[in-house]
């Protein structure tokens, strides 16, 4: 699936000469995506000039296709029990000093319960690659007690996964429990390096972790995520590789990654690795790299996680980000103990909590988006594709952002993100083409009448 050899040709030709980078840049803005050669010139840009030029394509390129949404979700870790070595995560086996944990169902609705709580609709559910007694079926329960969980008219309304890989039979089990994406990274592609730093457990053999998300897409699953741990090898030859296993995957099953996730390495206990990351990822490269994805792969969702800092979250969210998580964190039973215990699997870059960070995405123009509706719609896979390629997805997604942002504002913002919100209230319709504004404005008014969960 992936082919290192012509990685490595398309990074080796590649040069930031002037009238190609234009012209690629110009492709690039009909939102058509671009091809591995493109991509790689794109990665040698460093002139300051064609940055700026390479910035403000992808800027437009995601104001186009995403509009102002950014899609907020919460981590919930359930299980921090472990059976493999990644060298760089908290939760591998041989890290003794971790307090080890998994939580019962019912610390798991005390957990969901919390979320709700702060204004949550959409969690990812988290655990290392070990299950207690129950195996597998202890995350089906999991995941049937998150969405049974009810706090007053509040529940949690779609569950993405991000579980060790699974076979054919699991996976279709999990696509039975509905789930919204399962998401997997392959952390690096780059398979000398892969095995250098998965030294034991299942997750040492490279092809089993890639194949995963073919054997979701068997088991019924048609929303996939996938993502790289940065840090680990060449950003420039994961670039290419996220292409080619997107390629393989519209190949095979004629829809390509529902998302791509970017996190970088971070510090995690008794983890040198993490603490030194081999090929370190400097922020400016990190912007290069979204803004590069934003323009081979314009319809995929890409998801930034609170690893990264709020400076830097909020200069990447206009270049390509379209989901984000908020008010995190990655120890089991973190959000309902506010005890502070070493069970974390990494340090997080942004501890605000999620009202402090709608408050400040709101300010600068963005609409935070609780949304849930394509899913639950039956609008995935190649139904929600060809709907997007079109340009018809936002005529849904941008009413549907601004009604399910109302209903948090009315439910559970505080008196300061409100007032924030009011003032750009305007702003944030006039961002939306008549028809989708009109629309809008009914749903919101639906909402602040007393409706809820309120959708098209
Ligand atoms: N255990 C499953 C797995 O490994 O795929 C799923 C959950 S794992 C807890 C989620 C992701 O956390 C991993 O895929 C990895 O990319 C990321 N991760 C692990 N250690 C990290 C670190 N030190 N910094 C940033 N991300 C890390
Ligand atoms: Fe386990 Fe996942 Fe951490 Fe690896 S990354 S040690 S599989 S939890």
């Keep these: 699936m992936i082919d290192e050899a012509r990685i490595w040709q398309s990074l080796a030709k590649a040069s930031p000469e002037a009238t190609r980078i234009h012209e690629i840049l110009e492709k690039a803005s009909l939102a058509q995506g ?5 991509m790689a010139s794109l990665c040698c840009i460093s002139d300051p000039e064609q940055l700026a030029a390479l910035f403000d394509t992808a800027r437009r390129v995601k104001e186009t296709i995403y ?21 760089y995560c908290a939760f591998r086996a041989k890290n003794k000093s971790l307090k080890r944990r998994s939580l019962s169902q019912e610390e798991i609705r005390r957990e969901v319960d ?20 129950q195996g597998f079926d202890y995350v089906i329960e999991s995941i049937e007690s998150i969405y049974d969980t009810r706090r007053g008219q509040d529940q949690i309304r779609r569950i993405n996964v991000n579980v060790a890989p699974l076979s054919v039979p699991e996976f279709r089990r999990l696509h039975e429990a509905k789930i919204g994406t399962y998401q997997l990274f392959q952390e ?20 089993w972790r890639i194949g995963a998300m073919d054997r979701a897409m068997q088991g019924g699953i048609d929303d996939v995520g996938i993502g790289v741990l940065f840090g680990l090898a060449d950003w420039r030859f994961e670039l290419l590789a996220l292409k080619q296993h997107a390629d393989h995957l519209d190949s095979e099953f004629g829809v390509g990654p529902h998302t791509i996730s970017v996190p970088r390495l971070e510090p995690a206990s008794n983890s040198l690795l993490a603490e030194h990351p081999p090929k370190p990822v400097s922020d400016l490269d990190f912007r290069k790299l979204v803004a590069i994805l934003r323009l081979a792969l ?20 206009a270049l390509g980000v379209s989901q984000i998580s908020a008010g995190s964190r990655t120890n089991p039973g973190g959000y309902a103990e506010d005890e502070v215990f070493d069970a974390s699997q990494f340090s997080l870059g942004d501890h605000r909590p999620l009202d402090e960070v709608i408050r400040d995405i709101t300010s600068m123009g963005f609409v935070p988006s609780f949304c849930t509706a394509c899913y639950r719609l039956g ?13 018809l997805i936002r005529a849904h997604c941008d009413p549907n952002a601004l009604s399910s942002f109302a209903e948090y504002l009315e439910d559970f913002a505080s008196p300061e993100t409100r007032a924030v919100a009011e003032q750009m209230w305007p702003e944030l319709l006039s961002s939306l083409e008549p028809s989708a504004r009109l629309r809008a404005e009914r749903q919101v008014e639906q909402i602040r009448k007393g409706e ?5």
């Design 114 to 133: 919390r979320l709700l709580e702060q204004g949550h609709k959409r969690v990812l559910l988290v655990a290392g690659e070990a299950y207690p007694r």
């Design 188 to 207: 690096t592609y780059h398979r000398e390096t892969y095995h250098a730093v998965h030294t034991a457990g299942r997750k040492a053999d490279y092809d």
């Design 379 to 391: 609008r995935t896979g190649r139904d929600f594709m060809d709907m997007a390629k079109p340009g």
């Design 34 to 38: 671009l091809d591995a050669d493109e």
């Design 67 to 87: 509009g102002r949404r950014l899609v907020i979700f919460a981590p919930l870790y359930i299980s921090n029990l472990c059976a493999n070595e990644c060298l």
């Design 298 to 317: 314009p319809y995929v969702g890409i998801i930034l996680s609170t690893r990264e800092n709020p400076n830097l979250r909020r200069e990447t969210f």
């Design 452 to 456: 809820r969960d309120v959708y098209c």
